[in-house]
């Protein structure tokens, strides 16, 4: 069970937000931080819980990529 | 050498694939790299790596590999349209994994585009590598 279920996905709108830190003061913190939360996401690291929340309701309908991007 | 090298594909009818030597990067930056992989592959880690993951220094003739299949529903002539085959790199347990540099430039398979890639998109793709790796869900790995 405990291998089938993760408690961290990555999240889009996360995703979007370490990339946008980059884009904006070229940080790559938030990208380090993501890629800690997505090494152990089988296990409860509540140091991470903030990376558990969903979005906004409506962020899905409006998030959009391509594939190759 | 910081790869170890045997290119196949490249022994294949030249028809496949064309050479291509991608433009030159001035003042290159490594913006993120993966060590595990990096030994996962044997990939030595030496002072220039950035120079030969932007293939800047090569060690063997970069190709673009020509391909073709359906696409929304047609059957198209595809090919490595921003993207080279570095080369095909050959692990101490003898496994062999494709070396590709992406968003290198056009090749005579691009159709639009300059065959460039902004580094927001491959952030973008090196962490749902990264989320797929830890989910233990194979899939091609970013360096």
């Known amino acids: 069970m405990k291998d089938s279920n993760p408690y961290f996905i990555l999240r889009n709108y996360k995703a979007e937000e370490a990339i946008e830190e980059y884009r904006e003061k070229k940080s790559l913190e938030k990208i380090y931080t993501l890629l800690d939360v997505l090494k152990n996401p089988y296990e409860n690291n509540l140091q991470y819980k903030y990376y558990q929340q969903p979005p906004e309701s409506d962020y899905d309908k409006r998030y959009k990529t391509f594939c190759n991007t | ?143």
């Open chain 2, 1 to 143: 050498m910081i790869f170890n090298f045997d290119n196949t594909y490249a022994e294949l009818s030249s028809i496949l694939y064309t050479e291509i030597i991608p433009e030159k990067i001035q003042n290159p930056q490594l913006l993120i790299l993966n060590n595990e992989l990096l030994k996962e592959l044997n990939i030595e880690k030496s002072d220039d790596i950035t120079e030969y993951l932007c293939a800047n220094k090569l060690t063997a003739n970069p190709i673009a590999m020509a391909y073709a299949g359906h696409q929304f529903g047609h059957f198209t002539m595809l090919g490595d349209g921003r993207a080279v085959l570095l080369g095909e790199q050959v692990t101490a347990k003898n496994e062999r994994f494709d070396i590709q540099l992406k968003g290198s430039g056009i090749t005579p398979y691009s159709r639009g585009g300059d065959g460039k890639a902004a580094a927001g998109s491959m952030l973008r793709e090196y962490l749902y590598s990264a989320a797929l790796e830890g989910l233990k869900i194979n899939y091609p790995l970013q360096a």
